[in-house]
């Protein structure tokens, strides 16, 4: 696999991957040589210490040659008090020139967007990078659905890995959790009851979900960047490539169709993901309150995609 960008996202998605042994050959790419280098290097010395695997990299698009995953995280940052559609001219720009290069050295690869707005460069990348469907998707909300189910869990007392709920739509302001799926532990959270009498109320539902919109701008404001839950979600999708896992994940691709969600627009529902790609949106149930929710953040998405320079699709 190759990461595009060694910055705070790209070299701890590395690491991630390093430790969990997810490719035996992992390269970074960047434009700052000496930055890319010296990551590379650090990383090198902790070969010893997990699974067997090579690491190299540099300023020459050539490292990421022949990758089958390539991860883009290359672009601006996201500044305090700063939207993640703030930085959609930025970055988009960044993307229309670097995808054709990275197809050029990797026309194999499936390429996965990470850089945000997310759902906004996902479209723009697989318009220019013209390869078959899902071999271009985002990342989507997998990290916004694991905010979730963390402090789902917490409240609850249960386990995290018990607790099943997406966030769909935007990774952004105007994504949405699909509560009317949402199970702990096989128990629909509607019904949910613990030994204590703790409910899951809609009151609380709604306080949940905004903690997950605000989250990221919390951890920027605190330390400048989000990076470790970023590069775990991000690891947990290459692995379900380069493993061909098929596993059902939230990821960015284009809609299909579903809820009336036509065009390039790209936003997150569960999908299959594997060696392929990423799939068509699974047929999910969602009730009519979600179903409007979703195509209002389709339309915050195809907004911006036409101040980019993108055709806004129909819905």
């Known amino acids: 696999m190759a990461v595009v960008g060694a910055g705070s996202v790209g070299t701890t998605i590395a690491y991630a991957c390093m430790l969990r042994g997810a490719a035996a050959r992992l390269s970074i790419y960047d434009i700052a040589a000496a930055k890319a280098d010296a990551e590379v290097l650090d990383l090198r010395h902790g070969l010893e210490f997990v699974p067997s695997a090579s690491v190299d990299g540099g300023g020459d698009i050539e490292v990421c040659r022949g990758a089958d995953v390539i991860v883009v995280t290359a672009g601006a940052k996201q500044k305090p008090g700063q939207s993640r559609l703030d930085l959609a001219a930025t970055n988009a720009a960044?993307?229309?020139?670097?995808?054709?290069?990275?197809?050029?050295?990797?026309?194999?690869?499936?390429?996965?967007?990470?850089?945000?707005?997310?759902?906004?460069?996902?479209?723009?990348?697989?318009?220019?990078?013209?390869?078959?469907?899902?071999?271009?998707?985002?990342?989507?909300?997998?990290?916004?659905?694991?905010?979730?189910?963390?402090?789902?869990?917490?409240?609850?007392?249960?386990?995290?890995?018990?607790?099943?709920?997406?966030?769909?739509?935007?990774?952004?302001?105007?994504?949405?959790?699909?509560?009317?799926?949402?199970?702990?532990?096989?128990?629909?959270?509607?019904?949910?009851?613990?030994?204590?009498g703790t409910t899951v109320s809609n009151a609380l539902r709604d306080a949940l979900v905004d903690d997950v919109r605000t989250s990221a701008q919390q951890i920027i404001a605190g330390k400048g960047a989000t990076n470790w839950a970023v590069g775990l979600a991000a690891t947990r999708i290459i692995e379900a490539v380069l493993h061909d896992q098929h596993r059902v994940l939230p990821v960015s691709a284009p809609m299909d169709g579903y809820a009336g969600i036509t065009g390039p627009i790209c936003l997150s529902m569960p999908r299959i993901v594997g060696r392929a790609g990423a799939g068509a949106p699974l047929p999910t149930y969602i009730d009519a309150g979600e179903r409007a929710a979703l195509v209002s953040s389709a339309k915050a998405v195809g907004g911006v995609l036409t101040s980019v320079g993108a055709d806004r699709p129909s819905d």
């Open 94 to 196: 960044i993307c229309r020139s670097m995808i054709p290069k990275l197809v050029e050295v990797a026309p194999e690869a499936v390429i996965l967007l990470v850089t945000n707005p997310v759902d906004v460069l996902t479209s723009i990348a697989i318009e220019v990078a013209e390869l078959p469907p899902g071999r271009v998707f985002g990342s989507g909300t997998v990290l916004d659905s694991s905010r979730l189910r963390v402090l789902l869990a917490h409240h609850c007392g249960v386990a995290v890995p018990n607790v099943h709920v997406h966030i769909v739509g935007e990774h952004g302001d105007s994504e949405l959790a699909l509560w009317s799926g949402a199970t702990l532990g096989g128990i629909a959270v509607h019904d949910w009851m613990s030994s204590d």
